[in-house]
């Protein structure tokens, strides 16, 4: 390999690991897909249906939105910092039929303007849920729901607990608030 070559490799590896790294620094959760099952109870609990806009923050390959608009007929909006999964989020939603129903956006979660969303779902960890918390309860209207894979959201009680063996075995929780007007910090 030449030396203009190897350095130019050696420049592109350096960057791309940079990106990686500040990638994953303003992340607020690892990509973990959430199963088929898992899914479907969470749009059940929050009682997605045809009237709905949904925000799925940190949405990785868009399942969630992608499902909500097929199964319920929901519009969607899925938010993450990752280009490579808008990418396959967008690709995902037009292989399933939606794409005319939902949309994907690579923007950083804390600061979506959520003010059009009927439902939020959250796969995120809980001190990002707490992160989230004032944005979420300043813009959405009382009655929106927020429902949120795994992880609470502090002090903030949720309406609604459901706790169940998914189809791989695995204990999962699921947790639902309702929006009340009340901004929590």
């Not at 009682?47 to 319920?72: E, S």
């Amino acid at each position: 390999m030449r030396a203009s070559s190897l350095r130019f490799t050696l420049a592109a590896t350096v960057l791309a690991g940079i990106a990686i790294q500040a990638t994953a620094q303003d992340s607020l959760a690892p990509f973990v897909p959430t199963p088929a099952d898992v899914v479907e109870r969470m749009l059940v609990l929050a009682h997605v249906g045809p009237d709905d806009v949904i925000y799925d923050l940190g949405c990785g390959d868009g399942r969630i939105v992608i499902a909500a608009a097929r199964r319920f007929g929901a519009r969607g909006v899925g938010i993450d910092i990752d280009p490579v999964l808008i990418g396959r989020a967008t690709a995902n939603a037009q292989t399933a039929g939606v794409d005319d129903r939902v949309t994907f956006r690579v923007q950083d979660a804390l600061t979506v303007d959520v003010s059009e969303a009927t439902v939020v779902s959250l796969y995120l960890l809980s001190a990002s849920n707490v992160r989230l918390r004032p944005l979420l309860t300043a813009q959405l209207r009382p009655g929106a729901r927020i429902v949120s894979h795994n992880f609470s959201m502090g002090s903030w009680e949720p309406d609604q607990v459901d706790s169940f063996t998914d189809e791989s075995g695995r204990v999962r929780t699921l947790y639902l608030w309702r929006a009340d007007g009340q901004t929590r910090p």
